[in-house]
């Protein structure tokens, strides 16, 4: 017999959320939320919908963040089964969303409704931050709602991000932080000519080769005993047509650095930037901040995390600031004490998307517990 959460996550994998599309969610998830006496508003921005739901108008306020939209299924003939047919098979639910994020969604739900039946005067507020756009630009979503929260002067105190941070079983891995994430777009700028005489052309794959082995090759710091070393990589190299015997006139070059508090947004563009300088290149570069790292270091919400995750499955978890971006990085800059906490990340944006069915509940009860030990 299936669980109250495990229909709860079918019933949101069967319905088509892909980004920036909410199909329906998010008014499902409101109208349980509003049977337990939250107040719901819906906030679109743009083409996102978001939902903020709140019970309890008093501080502490302990937050759940997640997103309903999921990324592209891929092709359905790769799935063994339809990735928005939700199908339970050798104890996994399988479906598209179903680790990313909508067992951890669901699972806040009933968390939630079992709360407050047994503590209907609980003290402070529980509230869900919800949006559309997390697989998408992430635009007009969680950081439009976080801006909207503080035009309002509304404060998170803690927030749980149900992000899969787990490694073989849920609750191992709490994740704590997160590194920063800075892109780069570099435009190598040379002179298109024929391959059989370059001395009329100038290649700018090949000004560019020692500086882009330099800056790959860099130590930018040594990490610290929360975060590892920053790392640089190159996600794309573009130059040419394609024809053989022209040299290029252009090279286009993608990097992304997720860098620790060790690093700053100033130290890395300098850096960068005198390298390139060093070996006389014609060049552009733009670039973008997708996320400051952050920190929740011990204390009330890491504390109660872990104690609620070795109550209920007897783990002794672990803090980690491994992995890409989330939400949490707009929510950790208004002063919240920030963690991501979720199933085993295995299968996530793959073919086949799966949760063990018996970690859909064991999610839900250690939320249940963090909330009786934040705000009993």
């Not at 508003?41 to 963040?65: I, K, M, Q, S, Y």
């Not at 047994?118 to 402070?124: F, L, M, S």
């Not at 780069?184 to 298109?192: D, E, N, V």
């Not at 250690?366 to 009786?372: A, S």
Request: glycine share 10%.
């Amino acid at each position: 017999m299936m669980s109250d959460t495990q229909d709860l996550v079918r019933d949101l994998v069967a319905r088509e959320s892909v980004t920036p599309d909410d199909a329906g969610c998010q008014l499902l998830l409101a109208e349980r939320l509003g049977a337990i006496g939250f107040t719901v508003e819906h906030l679109r921005f743009g083409e996102v919908d978001n939902l903020w739901a709140r019970r309890g108008t008093d501080a502490p306020l302990l937050a759940f963040a997640g997103h309903t939209d999921v990324v592209p299924p891929g092709p359905p003939d790769a799935w063994q089964s339809d990735p928005f047919a939700p199908e339970v098979r050798d104890g996994y639910l399988y479906g598209r969303g179903a680790v990313d994020m909508k067992s951890s969604i669901a699972a806040m739900v009933t968390a939630c409704e079992r709360f407050v039946a047994a503590h209907p005067a609980h003290r402070g507020s529980m509230a869900f931050l919800i949006t559309s756009d997390e697989e998408g630009p992430s635009i007009d979503g969680t950081v439009r709602v976080v801006e909207h929260l503080e035009a309002r002067n509304e404060k998170i105190d803690w927030c749980l991000v149900g992000e899969p941070s787990s490694r073989e079983r849920t609750g191992d891995i709490i994740k704590n932080g997160r590194r920063g994430s800075f892109n780069g777009k570099l435009r190598i700028q040379g002179k298109q000519g024929h391959v059989a005489y370059p001395g009329l052309a100038d290649n700018p794959i090949h000004r560019a080769a020692p500086a882009l082995a330099e800056l790959a090759a860099v130590e930018w710091d040594s990490g610290n005993e929360h975060f590892p070393p920053t790392s640089f990589q190159i996600s794309n190299i573009r130059a040419g047509d394609g024809t053989e015997n022209v040299i290029p006139g252009t090279l286009d070059v993608m990097f992304n650095l997720r860098f620790s508090t060790e690093s700053s947004v100033e130290s890395i563009r300098t850096r960068t930037h005198a390298i390139l300088d060093r070996y006389g290149l014609d060049y552009t570069l733009d670039w973008k901040l997708s996320g400051q790292p952050f920190l929740t270091p011990a204390g009330e919400l890491v504390d109660a995390a872990t104690v609620a995750i070795r109550k209920v499955t007897g783990i002794h978890t672990g803090l980690s600031t491994s992995g890409g971006t989330s939400d949490g990085r707009f929510i950790a800059p208004t002063g919240a004490q920030v963690v991501e906490l979720g199933p085993v990340n295995a299968t996530i944006h793959q073919v086949n998307e799966c949760i063990r069915v018996s970690e859909i509940d064991d999610l839900s009860v250690i939320y249940e517990e963090i909330l009786k030990q934040l705000l009993s």
